[in-house]
């Protein structure tokens, strides 16, 4: 059975908009894994827009499931991980003006540099996953640098306009998935899954786990809106019964 993991960034994203302590991604970590997550998700970026280093250790001791940490491939991120030691690293490319993560990580391209953080990641006793496009190169390039799974990048897959389009991206997936086992890599997958979308990735032999965070948010947040409203009205309407003074 394909394992969903879920990313909760998104929840810190809402909390810093105010720069307060709610929500709190933690505490939605903790009823995600009460409702069936086998795996909780964060990307300590380096602009720090959403996830903090408090939420990564505060998850280390409350996640029962398994923390699955994003990071770019630099020295103070592998310094950070090494200190916390999540369950799992997943290495991602990262820009600073980018919305969210645009493509996988270019292992093909920088194939040393990718090897020697794993390298140093494992030694930490960190398992090691790498994010990367459905591209045989990628997966070539992966499968030397030592880490033990790959996460195939979605997007463009979700992205594709029309159903030529992602039949094409469906199949550029299983085929990288058959190379990546055929490699001895783990493999896992992400990136842009929603409710309409989810289902051809989970059909997918040989995908383990489904890493998704935008579209189980922005459901978490319209489902709960009606109590949300009527638990306000309700205190409202009390309020204005009692009058003033009271
Ligand atoms: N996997 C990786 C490597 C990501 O960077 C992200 C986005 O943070 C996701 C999965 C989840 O993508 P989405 O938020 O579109 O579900």
């Known amino acids: 059975m394909t394992r969903l993991n879920v990313n909760v960034d998104h929840v810190a994203t809402v909390r810093q908009a105010r720069g307060g302590i709610e929500p709190d991604p933690v505490l939605a970590a ?27 250790w505060m998850l280390r001791e409350t996640v029962k499931t398994k923390l699955n940490l994003e990071m770019a491939p630099t020295d103070p991120m592998v310094k950070i991980a090494a200190d916390i030691r999540p369950d799992m690293a997943t290495l991602v490319p990262e820009k600073r003006q980018e919305l969210t993560t645009e493509g996988g990580l270019d292992t093909a391209g920088n194939p040393k540099e990718i090897k020697s953080v794993v390298k140093r990641l494992r030694k930490e006793g960190i398992f090691v996953s790498l994010f990367i496009d459905p591209d045989p190169a990628q997966i070539k390039a992966a499968a030397a640098t030592g880490a033990e799974m790959v996460e195939i990048h979605t997007g463009a897959y979700a992205d594709a306009p029309d159903e030529a389009g992602k039949e094409a991206e469906l199949s550029r997936i299983r085929k990288a998935v058959g190379k990546a086992y055929a490699a001895g890599l783990r493999v896992s997958a992400g990136h842009g899954l929603d409710y309409f979308n989810v289902v051809r990735i989970a059909e997918i032999e040989g995908i383990e786990e489904l890493n998704i965070g935008h579209s189980i948010i922005s459901r978490a947040i319209t489902a709960g809106m009606d109590l949300a409203v009527r638990d306000m009205t309700d205190l409202i309407r009390a309020g204005s019964l009692q009058g003033p003074g009271v």
Not at 47 to 56: L, M
Request: charged share 35%.
């Open 30 to 56: 903790y009823l995600a894994e009460l409702a069936g997550a086998e795996g909780i998700v964060v990307h300590l970026r380096e602009d720090r827009r959403h996830i903090q280093e408090r939420d990564v």
